[in-house]
T-cell receptor
Framework: GDSVTQMEGPVTLSEEAFLTINCTYT??????LFWYVQYPGEGLQLLLK?????DKGSNKGFEATYRKETTSFHLEKGSVQVSDSAVYFC??????????????FGQGTILTVHP | EAQVTQNPRYLITVTGKKLTVTCSQN?????MSWYRQDPGLGLRQIYY???????DKGDVPEGYKVSRKEKRNFPLILESPSPNQTSLYFC??????????????FGPGTRLTVL
């Protein structure tokens, strides 16, 4: 079945540092790709998405580009803030077979930003 | 305000005592699902529903039941809870059944402890 692999965490950065969280996937066909964020004590909320190859999703200074050739969707932000501290989940919605319409998550990456 | 609500937010119970976690959405969404979140495993789907009276198993359905008698409600039932069901549970909904472009909305979570 489909799967998503995220870089090992936790990630600890100083404010204004550059952030990259790696995400690669395995899927049948061409899935839609998402990043969700979970702030402490809350449910997940959509951060950004991309539905086809070479699409770039962006929101709140975060960006990710759908790379079909490397099956990747890495999350980046040029200058993180303390308020970005959260758990970040890479996810996909499959288009093939039993994965059709199913949202599959990576294991999550904990980000802590210090002042 | 568009939202997914869950109750209770916190629950401590004992092995074998039947419980129900309620979930309701006010967005007239077709698709609803339940996930459990465990450290290092991300979110795993328990059950999902594509419409009223239509439910299906996700990746980890053992020990759980669901029903979808009304479009807005999707309760999760644990008929005989066991300690390995101690987890953080999320209900979610989205507009369409394919999900390729839809945002999935999550409830705030239910922290369940089974002693």
């Amino acid at each position: 079945g489909d799967s998503v692999t995220q870089m090992e965490g936790p990630v600890t950065l100083s404010e204004e540092a550059f952030l990259t969280i790696n995400c690669t996937y395995t899927a049948t066909g061409y899935p839609s790709l998402f990043w969700y964020v979970q702030y402490p004590g809350e449910g997940l909320q959509l951060l950004l998405k991309a539905t086809k190859a070479d699409d770039k999703g962006s929101n709140k200074g975060f960006e990710a580009t759908y790379r079909k050739e490397t099956t990747s969707f890495h999350l980046e932000k040029g200058s993180v803030q303390v308020s970005d501290s959260a758990v970040y989940f890479c996810a996909l919605v499959g288009r093939g077979g039993t994965s059709y319409g199913k949202l599959t998550f990576g294991q999550g990456t904990i980000l802590t930003v210090h002042p | 305000e568009a939202q997914v609500t869950q109750n209770p937010r916190y629950l401590i119970t004992v092995t074998g005592k039947k419980l129900t976690v309620t979930c309701s959405q006010n967005m007239n969404h077709e698709y609803m699902s339940w996930y459990r979140q465990d450290p290092g495993l991300g979110l795993r789907q328990i059950y999902y529903s594509m419409n009223v009276e239509v439910t299906d198993k996700g990746d980890v359905p053992e020990g759980y039941k669901v029903s979808r008698k009304e479009k807005r409600n999707f309760p999760l039932i644990l008929e005989s809870p066991s300690p390995n069901q101690t987890s953080l549970y999320f209900c979610a909904s989205r507009l369409g059944t394919s999900g390729f472009t839809d945002t999935q909305y999550f409830g705030p979570g239910t922290r369940l402890t089974v002693l």
